[in-house]
């Protein structure tokens, strides 16, 4: 079957840097996306990586490793409006997204 | 802009009940989507549209029916509501009908069954 993993919640400081990791099993494979979700509202785009390597953008950066079906987001100098849930979705042969449930990320003072 | 808007936002239905709701993008994308969102699991596809005309099932379309007359809208029907339909159903559109782009999400409407 297909499957993504990733952990249920993390825990951070203000201003440090968290990895959040993303496993993917997929039948086929045609790119990795990570999005935001703050509580109570829609989920935005952050990142499409196709490719393998590292994509940066600003204070964020995602990584992937198709050989390993291994993606990580990287957030650098948290701040504390980035307390949210990151979902980590793996796009199949037939482009049909599937989706972790989400990885909760607190970011304490 | 607008973008996507869903109505209503939030919605309490007896059980057995006919409920439809709403979306409305106003960004000429050909492909929209209709996704349920539950605690502890990933956003589940529930039906899509490719283009206007064009309906599919996606994992979960049991129980619930769309339709695309048009570009800019794609109702969700719920022909006879259960309990296990209680959730937040996000509607969302792409320009691109093979989901290489980037998803744009409505705000989410809050659905529970009694």
């Known amino acids: 079957g297909q499957n993504i993993d990733q952990p249920t919640e993390m825990t951070a400081t203000e201003g440090a840097i968290v990895q959040i990791n993303c496993t993917y099993q997929?039948?086929?494979?045609?790119?990795l996306f990570w999005y935001q979700q703050h509580a109570g509202e829609a989920p935005t785009f952050l990142s499409y990586?196709?490719l393998d390597g590292l994509e940066e953008k600003g204070r964020f950066s995602s990584f992937l490793s198709r050989s390993k079906g291994y993606s990580y987001l990287l957030l650098k100098e948290l701040q504390m409006k980035d307390s949210a849930s990151y979902l980590c979705?793996?796009?199949?042969?037939?482009?049909?997204?599937?989706w972790g449930a989400g990885t909760k990320l607190i970011i304490k003072p | 802009i607008a973008g996507i808007t869903q109505a209503p936002t939030s919605q309490i239905l007896a059980a057995g009940r006919r409920m439809t709701l709403r979306c409305t993008q106003d960004?000429?994308?050909?492909?929209m989507y209709w996704y349920r969102q539950d605690l502890g699991l990933g956003l589940r596809l529930i039906h899509y549209?490719?283009?206007?005309?064009?309906?599919g099932k996606g994992e979960v379309p049991d129980g619930y029916s769309v339709s695309r007359a048009n570009t800019d809208d794609f109702p969700l029907t719920l022909a006879s509501a259960v309990p296990s339909q209680t959730s937040v159903y996000f509607c969302?559109?792409?320009?691109?009908?093979?989901?290489?782009?980037?998803?744009?999400f409505g705000e989410g409407s809050r659905l529970t069954v009694l």
């Open positions: 960004m000429r994308h050909n492909a």
């Open positions: 549209s490719n283009t206007a005309g064009t309906t």
């Open positions: 969302a559109s792409s320009a691109l009908g093979d989901s290489t782009g980037e998803l744009f």
């Open positions: 979705a793996a796009l199949d042969s037939n482009y049909q997204l599937i």
């Open positions: 997929t039948s086929g494979f045609n790119g």
């Open positions: 990586n196709v």
